[in-house]
């Protein structure tokens, strides 16, 4: 359904050091960076088919999260959701809602983990357990 998920930096080195971190616990390597001319920096992240970009915005204005968006990374285990939380709060991240932990909803049960990256993105480390 999905071509990529792209976020905005107010500072793409940071940001850079966060999800090469962050991405790092889930096997993604290190971003193709795309650069033209005196244009925004992207870093683009790929994994298993999917890809995650990080952009400085593209109208020079300030980067913002969305207010009720959150961006869901499929984790091995639960111990993966563990590092992934735990690389992103190292890395300059905060812990959000509630600690790492299963969650029961209407497709299952998860158990997951909720982080806000440096410039406020809400992130989710999500493990499908039934």
Known sequence: MFSHVMVGSNEIERSKRFYDAVLGTLGAGAP???????????LFYQHDGNIFSVTEPLDGKAATFANGGTIAFNCASPEQVNLFHDTAIVFGGESIENPPGLR???????????VRDPDGNKLCAVHRVE
């Open 104 to 114: 029961d909803g209407v497709l299952g049960t998860f158990f997951v983990a909720y």
């Open 32 to 42: 193709l960076r795309n650069k033209e001319g005196a244009g925004p920096t992207r």
